[in-house]
């Protein structure tokens, strides 16, 4: 999918990968984020070492606007609709700054919660 704008110079193309990365970072800024939720092919991307910004984003352009579905993991203790607030305004925020887009819709999936781990193993 590409997001096309004309303009008096030329056409302007935002493909939308770009929109995946902006609102990864995005999210990813949020206090109380773990992280995104991704594919199987964007995890095992990560560990043979390439950070995928764009994992558990979703962005669709329908007749009446952009569409961005987020599927996020959030830290144990933080309040889930106040963070899902957060990344709302942010996602929203950041797209419109760096492309001038609207954003109809921004949806925030919560798909887990993180739990600290235990920074040394349990001795038996």
Excluded at 16 to 41: C, K, M, Y
Excluded at 52 to 79: A, N, P
């Amino acid at each position: 999918m590409k997001i096309e704008g004309k303009e008096s110079l030329g056409t302007i193309e935002v493909a939308s990968e770009v929109l995946e990365v902006i609102a990864g970072i995005a999210t990813t800024d949020v206090e109380g984020v773990a992280g995104t939720r991704g594919t199987f092919a964007s995890g095992v991307a990560e560990k043979l070492g390439k950070k995928v910004h764009g994992k558990g984003i979703r962005t669709e352009w329908l007749t009446d606007g952009l569409y961005v579905d987020i599927y996020c993991v959030i830290t144990f203790g933080y309040s889930i609709p106040s963070v899902a607030k957060e990344v709302q305004t942010k996602v929203r925020q950041a797209i419109q700054d760096m492309t001038s887009l609207e954003t109809k819709e921004v949806n925030v999936h919560v798909a887990a919660i993180q739990f600290d781990q235990p920074k040394e193993p349990l001795e038996q």
